[in-house]
């Protein structure tokens, strides 16, 4: 397992988006994995707002849950996004960080399903929720 954990964080680490948007792994193990993303006025979708783009949110929840795939125990390599739906609850409060938590919660030979919420400082409404499904590599 530290191998997977260690292999995800280079992966997320070497990704060129996830260092612009100040994406950086808080938790990996067993299937879950916890990214955070602090406020950036760079990364804001309206000036009148102060809001973080939805892009910028969507890429978060992509990144996480492509970790907890890699990190599951059944899965053995790398994966892909091939479909991820992601619901927009509300705007995430300006100059609060971000939380994504992903969880996989099953895996057959080739796919991977997975579940997310991001979140601010209000944990009790989430800012999105994602489910997707990924590629299983190298079985």
Excluded: W
Excluded at 9 to 32: C, D, M, N, S, V
Excluded at 45 to 57: E, K, L, Q, S, Y
Excluded at 108 to 125: E, K, Q
């Amino acid at each position: 397992m530290t191998d997977k954990v260690k292999l995800a964080r280079q992966f997320i680490q070497a990704i060129p988006h996830a260092k612009a948007l100040g994406l950086e792994l808080t938790y990996i193990g067993q299937g879950e994995a916890e990214i955070s993303m602090p406020y950036n006025a760079e990364l804001v979708g309206d000036p009148r707002t102060g809001v973080i783009h939805g892009g910028a949110v969507s890429a978060m929840l992509d990144t996480c849950c492509g970790a907890a795939v890699m990190s599951h125990p059944s899965a053995p390599g790398g994966t892909a996004t091939i479909d991820l739906r992601i619901d927009y609850m509300r705007a995430a409060t300006p100059g609060q960080t971000i939380t994504t938590r992903a969880t996989c919660h099953h895996i057959t030979r080739n796919v991977a399903f997975v579940r997310a919420v991001a979140t601010d400082d209000d944990t009790d409404r989430p800012v999105a929720t994602a489910a997707g499904a990924f590629t299983v590599e190298g079985r």
